[in-house]
């Protein structure tokens, strides 16, 4: 069964700190990989999208990993800003069979002054 | 404005009462998908349509039916609502039938039963 697993569930920083989001995964075969950040009580807006080759991935602040080999990707959040406080999901997607891509349960970001 | 249109925004009903969503899609995305998001709960996929066409199904309710009009709006109609459907429902869509660059999400109907 593809599942994807996100921790940790919930996370506070100050502003201006890093922090760092993981998502493991066990979708097979993999397609490609994408991070979305929600904020509370919006739809879902994309961040980046990584495929099997790729390793890293930059978004402004926001800079992506992917190790294909171990099944798992990570959200690093460089100088953290207050606009940074949102729910941060981690989807992933097979190739082949059902594309319908399986969503983690998020990490939710809360950045304090 | 993710250009996927959501109405109405908040709905609140009471149980055994049926219920009408309303999505429609980015300019030139012919599939419309279907999400319910419950409170702490990650976004669960319920039904896709591409181009009129049902072309997916996940965990919807038997009580749950969606259909896509010819203008590709989407309707999802919730009826013989309990407690527990009270979620955020999203719409996304994309060009495709397989979403190959993404989904676009609308803001989302909240949905509260009483």
């Known amino acids: 069964k593809n599942q994807v697993e996100q921790s940790p569930q919930s996370l506070i920083i100050l502003e201006g700190k890093n922090c760092t989001l993981q998502?493991?995964?066990?979708?097979?075969?993999?397609?490609?990989l994408r991070w979305y950040k929600q904020d509370t009580g919006r739809g879902p807006v994309s961040l980046t999208i990584?495929?099997?080759?790729?390793n890293t991935k930059s978004n402004g602040r926001y800079t992506a990993t992917l190790d294909a080999d171990t099944k798992q990707s990570s959200l690093h959040i460089t100088a953290s800003q207050l606009s940074d406080s949102a729910s941060y999901i981690c989807?992933?997607?097979?190739?082949?069979?059902?594309?319908?891509?399986?969503f983690g349960r998020g990490t939710s970001l809360i950045v304090h002054p | 404005d993710s250009g996927v249109t959501q109405t109405p925004k908040h709905l609140i009903t009471a149980t055994g009462q049926r219920v009408t969503l309303r999505c429609s899609p980015r300019?030139?995305?012919?599939?419309v998908y279907w999400y319910q998001q419950s409170l702490d709960q990650g976004l669960q996929f319920l039904i896709q349509?591409?181009?009129?066409?049902?072309?997916a199904k996940g965990n919807i309710l038997e009580r749950f039916s969606a259909q896509q009009f010819p203008d590709l709006h989407s309707e999802l109609n919730l009826s013989s609502l309990e407690l527990g459907d009270s979620a955020l429902y999203f719409c996304?869509?994309?060009?495709?039938?397989?979403?190959?660059?993404?989904?676009?999400f609308g803001s989302g109907t909240r949905l509260t039963v009483v």
């Open positions: 349509y591409y181009n009129g066409e049902e072309r």
């Open positions: 996304a869509s994309s060009v495709g039938a397989e979403a190959n660059y993404g989904y676009t």
């Open positions: 989807v992933v997607r097979a190739s082949g069979g059902s594309y319908i891509p399986t």
């Open positions: 990584m495929t099997f080759s790729e």
């Open positions: 300019s030139g995305d012919l599939s």
């Open positions: 998502c493991n995964y066990t979708v097979s075969p993999f397609s490609n």
